[in-house]
């Protein structure tokens, strides 16, 4: 099972999130609410993989991407947006992101797509 940085401004998605993970197994080491905070986790903690919420203040999500990339350039990030906003994903996979989970979350994608960006890293 993973170790697990969960970074989403919105408490009530970082506790959603946090609540599938933990249920399948998964370790959640840390929550962040902006990029900022998820850059300096990643450091600190090194977890196995990041969600991260692209809308964010103090540093969305595609910025807290590309510095993490830039501290290890295997980190696996899964992007987590609302329905319609394919653009941003499609820019957060170019910066180095795997893969993506849409909001409203269902557990069984959310654990699916964890499963797959987990598996391509191996």
Same mark, same amino acid.
């Given at each position: 099972?993973?170790?697990?940085?969960?970074?989403?401004?919105?408490n009530?998605?970082?506790?959603?999130?946090?609540?599938?993970?933990?249920?399948?197994?998964?370790?959640? *080491?840390? &929550?962040?609410?902006?990029? &900022?905070?998820?850059?300096?986790l990643?450091?600190?903690?090194?977890?196995?993989?990041?969600?991260?919420?692209i809308t964010?203040?103090?540093?969305?999500?595609i910025?807290?991407? &590309?510095?993490?990339?830039?501290?290890?350039?295997?980190?696996i990030? *899964?992007v987590?947006?609302?329905?319609? &906003?394919?653009? *941003?994903?499609?820019e957060?996979?170019?910066?180095g992101?795997?893969?993506?989970? *849409?909001?409203?979350?269902?557990?069984?994608?959310v654990?699916?797509?964890?499963?797959?960006?987990?598996?391509?890293?191996?």
């Amino acid at each position: 099972m993973a170790r697990i940085l969960v970074t989403d401004d919105a408490n009530f998605m970082r506790v959603t999130l946090s609540n599938i993970l933990q249920r399948e197994g998964h370790e959640v *080491v840390g &929550q962040a609410e902006n990029g &900022q905070e998820a850059v300096h986790l990643y450091q600190t903690l090194k977890p196995d993989l990041v969600t991260m919420d692209i809308t964010m203040p103090i540093m969305n999500g595609i910025d807290a991407i &590309q510095e993490i990339i830039k501290i290890d350039a295997n980190a696996i990030i *899964v992007v987590c947006s609302a329905m319609g &906003q394919q653009k *941003v994903v499609v820019e957060a996979i170019e910066f180095g992101a795997t893969d993506f989970i *849409v909001k409203p979350f269902d557990p069984s994608r959310v654990l699916e797509t964890i499963g797959r960006a987990l598996m391509r890293a191996q």
